[in-house]
């Protein structure tokens, strides 16, 4: 790293305010950080790059790249069941960024990226900064009790498909943020639309949930893009199918004005939500559903190696299947 | 990751060849990567990106960029005297590159870094994959046997200051790579050339000296920026000063018929050597010198904290100040 990098560095991601861990032996501004990990521990490490203008609009302000950048990652450790404990970060940066001076936009960054750290216990221990077109790379490494974590493959034939929260915001927000103008969009209110950019800007990591799941839960995946295409890695990696009850799938709230297949479609193949999908003995839903009122069971894992999808009809007992014609959201698409 | 990304690196980042450590719980292909490390060792962490055409030329050939991108990861864990066990990769990758398909690119990418991560007995556990312009996050993960590693901040006054071999061959490298001829390098033979070249593009991580030298060295850095910039960092963190004799400096082979001013001037300001740079005690560096014959002593540190360089005159004993205008290479500069 050169001398002005390092200053930069040394300036903006020197927060005497940030977490201070006692497992933490060197942090910032050597060849390496040193950590001493808690005896008979296990680590779990998730590395993710984030690209303006793939990753998040290139419009979007510092607070909520930062955020995002490590919201992503902590929800990869809560996906498995990890507690954070250090992250290192590589930021490429141009000059000016969203109108600002470098300057102007790293105090920004830097405050929203210390500010959510310091929610979920997680320091900052080395970094690398380079010029260059926007681009955020953060590996989150945690602490899993010398457990296996909630592994993508664990789920089992009639285990219970739940999701911890309402899906469908973050990807409402995406068109919003977007102009993506629609005749079928208009419905929203002013308060909607801002809490989907909210949803897509400040994704909430389910780091307590995944941590508190990771005894009970078979296995699970965070959403990032599309319920059915992570929902779909689950059932690969187990070797499963699995039927979803369309009815029972919670919608965000900014979408309650849609027709409700246009909300479903946006609901099961729109990325960003970062809610979590994991699935469970049937026995265990009730105590988790008391302890969890916002989680929803939205179905049921098969023998047979199909995905499928049905909805209450309206009238009378009967299910209709339904079709969604693309399984998520691809970045390399 | 969605669902092609995941194909992708299925196909190229499994390769049945790699190691295989038994430290290692869960490699790639979930949310989180799980590892079980030793007891009683430390961690110690690095991550480094590389963008083309800022860190290395742009048509630098995969294999080239997969090596230099891991060995230059594997340098910063030498530099700490750490034993590297893991790594993961954030790759950003264009459609096309270097006049090659994605597929026949990503072949020979991995190929070599695979290669060169067998050498190392580290193991690629987990990545991620954008598409986007090229550009390759490294984090390194690597066991410090419950030492503080070799820090930039222990060099200690009196101590000689130590080069692990010739420096200035990829800074010349970089410079017929970027065809920038100049009627002074005309001297150089092809290969000389080639040589240099290779220099940039494959540099050695020096990571067997840096395990030899842990228990010795007070301190260490890898020469990544030029060996004034490098250097430097050592000198600030140990709040100490150093002087050098220039006429010590192991000067690159291909170097040899420029004049020694502008072969200096390469040697101290150049980036990219990634040979080690460490201070000791005078009194072990006999067995050092036995062991390597290759380092070099270049210097002392000082009391007095500037950075004084001079070299023996060529007639009589006396010594000759010299004067350096840049200290290193800049990335951001």
Redesign the interface.
């Known amino acids: 790293?050169?001398?002005?990098?390092?200053q930069?560095i040394q300036s903006y991601f020197s927060d005497p305010q940030q977490v201070s861990r006692p497992d933490l032996?060197?942090g910032i501004?050597?060849?390496?950080?040193?950590?001493?990990?808690r005896?008979?521990?296990?680590?779990?490490?998730?590395?993710?790059?984030l690209?303006s203008g793939?990753?998040f609009p290139q419009d979007t302000p510092p607070d909520a790249v930062a955020y995002k950048a490590l919201a992503v990652n902590l929800s990869?450790?809560a996906?498995?069941g990890?507690e954070p404990a250090?992250f290192?970060?590589?930021l490429?940066l141009p000059d000016i960024t969203h109108d600002m001076p470098r300057e102007q936009w790293l105090e920004k960054f830097s405050k929203s990226l210390f500010s959510l750290a310091r929610e979920h216990g997680i320091q900052l221990?080395?970094?690398?900064?380079?010029?260059?077109?926007l681009?955020i790379?953060i590996?989150v490494?945690?602490y899993?009790d010398k457990s296996?974590?909630m592994?993508?493959?664990g789920a089992k034939v009639n285990d219970l498909i739940v999701v911890t929260g309402a899906l469908g915001a973050a990807a409402m927000g995406l068109k919003i943020a977007l102009q993506q103008h629609d005749e079928q969009y208009a419905c929203l209110s002013q308060q909607d639309k801002q809490q989907a950019v909210k949803a897509l800007n400040y994704p909430l990591a389910r780091v307590a949930e995944g941590l508190n799941l990771h005894n009970i839960a078979h296995s699970?995946?965070?959403i990032?893009?599309g319920l059915l295409?992570d929902l779909?890695?689950i059932l690969t990696?187990s070797g499963v199918g699995a039927e979803l009850a369309l009815e029972k799938i919670p919608l965000a709230a900014s979408l309650a004005c849609l027709d409700k297949k246009t909300a479903w479609e946006i609901a099961l193949t729109g990325g960003d939500d970062y809610q979590l999908c994991f699935t469970l003995a049937e026995d265990d839903w009730p105590d988790v559903k008391a302890q969890y009122p916002n989680f929803s069971a939205i179905g049921v894992i098969t023998a047979q190696k199909d995905l499928h999808l049905s909805a209450a009809e309206t009238q009378g007992s009967g299910r209709q299947e339904y079709k969604i014609p693309t399984?998520?959201?691809?970045?390399?698409?």
């Open positions: 790293m050169s001398r002005s990098e390092f930069l032996i060197l501004g050597d060849d390496c950080a040193i950590v001493a990990p005896e008979q521990a296990h680590l779990a490490f998730s590395i993710d790059t690209i793939v990753h990869d450790l996906a498995m990890a250090w290192t970060l590589s490429t221990i080395g970094g690398d900064t380079t010029k260059g077109p681009a790379t590996q490494s945690g899993l296996r974590g592994q993508r493959s699970a995946i965070d990032s893009d295409s779909g890695h990696a399984r998520g959201y691809d970045h390399f698409g």
